[in-house]
């Protein structure tokens, strides 16, 4: 069986498990540390990064934009509707330039700073950077939340779905860095009601249930996280 390695605070990982999901692609799972950059896991990635997939033949593809497209070539195409890249040349063009958005930009701006400092250090030992999260960092990660929660509610409020009228790569990479956020509670969501409809029509598909599932070790969820009602 082809096998995904992932952590369940990244959001790249996240994304690429609800694809899998939405395909119906049965897939085992490893939970890697790539911080730890174990010498098995580097011999997949150099990079060191994840998602890594390893297909039942043992090629390796590594990443998410690469998955998104290897997926879509040998499975999407076939999928019809369902498919979630789209068949028109420039809604496939705004679906990957919104999926490059949540899974580099907001990543970057927002998820990645504060996963590392809330979630990350706590599993680190202190020759790997762990330690106490620096207030610092958490403060202009958290500055940069409402912005990127204001272009979201607007996208949402303006399109059927985030990149046009069908559910797309796009929908998933958003809600799966939404989804790392919402489990801190870092969303006020009485701020942008419009995003959290939104939000709630994805929680609400089985490919979501086994991410409202999970538990971090040491990390309690805020309480609505699995409600699917909020």
């Given at each position: ?16 498990r ?9 897939t ?10 174990r010498?098995e ?5 150099p990079?060191?990064s994840l ?12 990443g ?18 369902r ?11 705004e ?9 580099q ?6 998820t ?10 706590l599993?680190?030992s ?8 620096d207030?610092k960092v958490?403060r ?8 990127h929660?204001k ?14 009228d ?9 809600a ?14 009485q701020?942008t ?9 994805l929680?609400?598909r089985p ?19 699995a409600d699917?009602?909020?």
């Amino acid at each position: 069986m082809p096998t995904l390695y992932h952590h369940p605070m990244s959001s790249a990982s996240r994304f690429v498990r609800l694809i899998l999901a939405e395909y119906g692609f049965q897939t085992d799972f490893v939970e890697e540390q790539p911080w730890e950059k174990r010498r098995e896991f580097l011999a997949l990635n150099p990079a060191g990064s994840l998602p890594v997939y390893v297909d039942d033949s043992m090629r390796v593809l590594c990443g998410p934009n690469v998955l998104l497209e290897f997926l879509d070539e040998t499975h999407g195409v076939l999928k019809r509707d369902r498919r979630l890249l789209a068949e028109d040349p420039f809604q496939r063009a705004e679906i990957r330039r919104l999926t490059e958005w949540f899974l580099q930009k907001m990543e970057q701006d927002v998820t990645k700073p504060l996963t590392r400092e809330r979630v990350y250090k706590l599993q680190m030992s202190q020759a790997q950077g762990g330690g106490a999260p620096d207030s610092k960092v958490l403060r202009t990660a958290r500055a940069n939340i409402r912005q990127h929660m204001k272009y979201l509610a607007w996208l949402a409020g303006s399109r059927t779905w985030l990149a046009g009228d069908r559910l797309s790569y796009a929908d998933l990479a958003a809600a799966a860095s939404i989804s790392v956020l919402d489990y801190l509670g870092e969303i006020d969501w009485q701020e942008t009601p419009v995003a959290k409809e939104w939000y709630q029509r994805l929680k609400s598909r089985p490919s979501f249930r086994p991410l409202l599932a999970e538990r971090i070790r040491g990390i309690t969820p805020v309480s609505h996280y699995a409600d699917l009602d909020f």
